[in-house]
């Protein structure tokens, strides 16, 4: 299961000289090797990728630009407040940003409805997402070798229009689910086995109507030894449960399945 496909996009090559390029153009890509950015103001570009920005490049670039999508890659910009102005953006997408200590108001952004936000190291607070009430698609996720950190996920529950929502190598303080029970419009949830096998079992009673693959006692998966033989075919649901093979551990699979289902019924009473 994957929302991949909520955030593609076709990244142009990057442009390193603005006075080479179609006044027509409707996709860009810059980094901090392009030069001509003067020419900006002649431009109207829908797609802005940028590329391992400064502070006070980035700065000079937002001001000149007014798209529908932008996507910026290890820009390590302290200050992202300036995104505030994009009042006609419908996609975001942050990759790798290691020196922001908050994100923007959101609700400036009227018309986002894609935010993908990746490797913030210092941010820990998403109560700015609170403000983010126009989104229909979310994506949060740690980076490559590391998770990120998060206090907790109570501000999403304000975003109840998402209808996607993927949270991937993060770290929750309060080991908390219950903050994703208010998004009921919720159509595909897509979340790493981080958070206890309860959190799991209790917000499938909650978000009936959403498909996601921990709503299960157990995930399908493929671990082969070093030698290309099978080792684990099944991952437990919940953090800290073991990777299993359904041949040999047959029996203890069975327990963490009746174990999962008599928590579903537990929390179905409950509610």
Known sequence: MTINTEFSYNKPKITYDLANVDKNTKAISISD???????????????????????????????????????????????????????????????????????????????L????????????????????????????????????????????????????LSLMAIQVADKSLEPLSTLTGLKTLEISNQFPTAEFARLSTKLKNTACEKFQ????????????????????TGSRKPFLNSQKDAEKINKYVDTFHKLVAKFERMS
């Open 33 to 111: 090797k392009t030069v001509g950015l003067s020419y900006l103001p002649e431009f109207n570009f829908e797609e802005v990728w940028l590329v391992n920005l400064n502070q006070k490049t980035f700065e000079s670039i937002i001001s000149e630009i007014a798209p529908t999508f932008l996507n910026l890659y290890a820009c390590n910009c302290k200050d992202l407040s300036l995104l505030e102005t994009l009042t006609d953006v419908e996609t975001v997408v942050v990759n790798w940003n290691s020196k922001a200590l908050d994100f923007w108001d959101f609700s400036k952004n009227f018309k």
């Open 113 to 164: 409805k894609r935010l993908h936000l990746e490797d913030f190291a210092k941010v820990n607070s998403l109560e700015k997402l609170s403000l983010a009430t126009s989104l229909e698609a979310l994506k949060i996720s740690g980076g490559m070798n590391s998770n990120w950190k998060i206090s907790t996920l109570k501000p999403i529950s304000s975003l109840t229009k998402l209808k996607v």
């Open 217 to 236: 006692p157990y995930t399908k998966v493929n671990i082969e030894d070093m030698d290309g033989r099978l080792s684990a075919d099944v991952m437990i």
